[in-house]
């Protein structure tokens, strides 16, 4: 099992920058793949940004790509995502997540069997 613990989150400007960290509990985090994903109030869960056990694959969504880095420190057993050019919509509760996996990357929320507890982005206009 791996526990998950997000940090980072806050207000900022539209413009601004924020980077989100996700710590991850327990001795096997190179076995996961990871991802982030978002709420906004009244909206599904969606897909941000995956990245797999070696960070050799990447993966965005549309509506981040050149915005949002995905990275990865298996040493420290943390996940990251750097959120640059933040605009409105990316206001939302921001999730990680973990799937066990050293094979591929996951974009479905179904997928993941692990969550943290969220942590909110509100980009200002």
């Known amino acids: 099992q791996v526990q998950l613990v997000e940090s980072g989150g806050g207000l900022v400007q539209a413009g601004g920058s924020l980077r989100l960290a996700c710590a991850a509990s327990g001795r096997t985090f190179s076995s996961y793949a990871m991802g982030w994903f978002r709420q906004a109030p009244g909206k599904e869960r969606e897909f941000v940004a995956a990245i797999n056990w070696s960070a050799g694959s990447l993966y965005y969504a549309d509506s981040v790509k050149g915005r949002f880095t995905i990275s990865r420190d298996n040493a420290k057993n943390t996940v990251y995502l750097q959120m640059n050019s933040l605009k409105p919509e990316d206001t939302a509760v921001y999730y990680c997540?973990?799937?066990?996996?050293?094979?591929?990357?996951?974009?479905?929320?179904?997928?993941?069997?692990?969550w943290g507890q969220g942590t909110q982005v509100t980009v200002s206009s």
């Open positions: 997540a973990a799937v066990r996996s050293r094979t591929y990357l996951y974009t479905a929320p179904a997928e993941y069997g692990y």
